[in-house]
């Protein structure tokens, strides 16, 4: 008997973004839907539509270029949402529309203040109106987790009778534990006389660290899609972690009767897109994709995966993208290696002015640095393509002195529409100063919300990745920048994000809006 598909919908850009501070712009959302895509996720959950213009016009540019995946916009269960999500779907080769009603006690008393007949009425609608853009419908029964199971299963019955396709079991609040969510699956599908029209989804949060075990236990009971996020990304404690489903699915095929379609050598490539884009760093103890996932220390361990790899490894890195950190270029490289590099990367251009950039960035680094890898790459390529996308602020110089006993000093040129000014200030470390002496430039008004490092490779010439998130009126943006000195990476990485602020298309943080 083949297995059966499991089907992987990514939330990333979604619920994932509605962790606070993880806002993305258009673009960054497609960056993360084409590596997405070419993961081979089965669908892209690509924002909610009708939370801001800004979301819509993510999602409709995701939609835009995504070919290969199913790409899906939220809505609520009502008419105006559904209409603003088919219309940013409009271009997508398979757009699906998830539409959402809470059926639990608290949520309908206290948040909706409806009876339950009433929003099974409206559940039924909605379905009947996303039917009318498109055959490929979800509805999700919000906070099913602690839901009735007899009203639950009238209301399913009822959307799968209205046209809905995919029928979602959200644990909203991160409350179930395993057996219970998985006997939940197994009692609706057993129950609902038409559960066989329809795919059986689930969405679990990680509130009790608990989403992977019960979205696995889930799979177990009949689900067939599963609801997940890189690097487990997601509202409060996040959502399942796709790596961690994809792996276990994958790693323990004796315990499963299906598969999944993902693209496993990818998963290194998204985890380090999305954490660098939302500045939400990996644990290193983190399954899967933290630094120390393959890491053997202590000698016993050593001395086996020596002997016999499986002795104290059921994966192998390579499965899920580590690199063996290849060195990659060096100094005397030229642009062909570094073009032909790029390529077995997968990293394209969209224009001759960003490979130019790139590789005059590249000629730069290797002068500071001898060995270039495959990640200091990606790093490069992605602050190219950032600092060219709007470059209204830019960092000529910038010289700091930090000497123990004396204040930090920074001293910088920063051009303002090509035209240059100095400025300096004090801090209480270089970085301080680095940032109070572009405000002197730039008086934004921002606030800082969040200043993180993260060395891209081992050693002290690695370079620093950093992510400065700045918040003005309520929209936040994420800035990057990567460097071997980090107080020039902090300087590009504030810069960028001020850039960014600039842009009206790179939208309040949707949970700043008000639906
Ligand atoms: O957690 C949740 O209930 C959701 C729904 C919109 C599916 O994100
Ligand atoms: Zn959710």
């Avoid at 602690?146 to 209205?162: G, Q, T």
């Avoid at 994966?315 to 062909?336: E, F, P, Y």
């Amino acid at each position: 008997m083949s297995a059966d598909k499991l089907i992987i919908f990514d939330t990333t850009l979604r619920d994932g973004e509605q962790s606070p501070g993880a806002s993305m712009t258009r673009d960054e959302k497609v960056r993360i839907a084409k590596a997405l895509e070419k993961m081979r996720v089965d669908v892209i959950e690509a924002g909610f539509p009708i939370a801001s213009q800004g979301d819509f016009e993510a999602v409709k540019a995701v939609a835009d270029v995504i070919k290969n995946s199913s790409v899906c916009g939220l809505s609520r269960a009502l008419q105006k949402d559904i209409d603003r999500c088919a219309e940013a779907l409009k271009n997508a080769v398979n757009p699906r529309i998830h539409t959402f009603i809470a059926t639990s006690p608290i949520h309908m008393q206290q948040k909706l203040r409806m009876e339950p007949d009433a929003v099974l009425e409206q559940a039924v609608n909605a379905v009947k109106m996303a039917r009318g853009f498109t055959d490929n419908v979800e509805f999700s029964p919000e906070d099913a987790g602690r839901s009735e199971l007899d009203f639950l299963c009238r209301v399913i019955e009822a959307v799968i009778d209205a046209g809905a396709t995919t029928i979602n079991i959200p644990d909203t609040v991160g409350y179930n534990v395993p057996e219970q969510f998985g006997s939940l699956i197994k009692n609706l599908i057993e129950r609902i006389p038409n559960s066989d029209k329809a795919v059986f989804s689930v969405h679990c949060h990680n509130d009790l660290g608990l989403a992977v075990a019960n979205s696995l236990s889930a799979v177990q009971n009949g689900a067939r899609q599963v609801e997940c996020t890189i690097n487990g990304l997601g509202e409060r404690a996040g959502n399942a972690s796709l790596e961690e489903v994809v792996m276990a699915i994958r790693t323990r095929q004796d315990m499963f009767r299906c598969n999944t379609g993902i693209d496993t050598t990818q998963i290194m490539n998204c985890s380090r897109l999305v954490s660098g884009i939302t500045g939400f760093a990996v644990q290193p103890n983190k399954a899967i994709v933290g630094a120390n996932a393959f890491a053997h220390e202590s000698g016993i361990h050593q001395d086996g995966v020596l002997k016999n790899r499986e002795t104290y490894e059921i994966m192998r890195a390579q499965d899920v993208g580590w690199s063996d950190n290849r060195i990659v270029l060096g100094k005397h490289s030229g642009r062909n290696a570094f073009r032909s590099c790029l390529k077995d990367l997968d990293i394209e251009f969209d224009s001759e002015e960003a490979l130019n950039e790139a590789f005059s960035r590249f000629k730069e680094l290797a002068d500071k640095k001898h060995e270039i890898y495959d990640e200091d790459l990606r790093a490069l390529v992605s602050e190219a393509s950032s600092q060219l996308a709007d470059e209204h602020y830019k960092l000529v110089s910038l010289k700091v002195c930090s000497e123990t006993g004396e204040v930090p000093l920074a001293e910088m040129i920063v051009s303002v529409d090509g035209q240059e000014f100095n400025a300096s200030s004090t801090g209480s470390g270089p970085v301080d100063a680095t940032f109070k002496a572009i405000e002197q430039v730039a008086n934004s008004g921002t606030k800082l919300k969040l200043y993180s490092v993260n060395n891209i490779t081992t050693g002290t010439d690695s370079q620093g990745e950093v992510t400065v998130r700045l918040e003005l009126d309520g929209r936040i943006i994420n800035g990057q920048g990567a460097d071997t000195d980090i107080v020039i990476a902090s300087a590009n990485a504030y810069i960028h994000a001020l850039n960014l602020l600039r842009n009206p298309d790179n939208r309040e943080h949707p949970q700043h809006v008000n639906v």
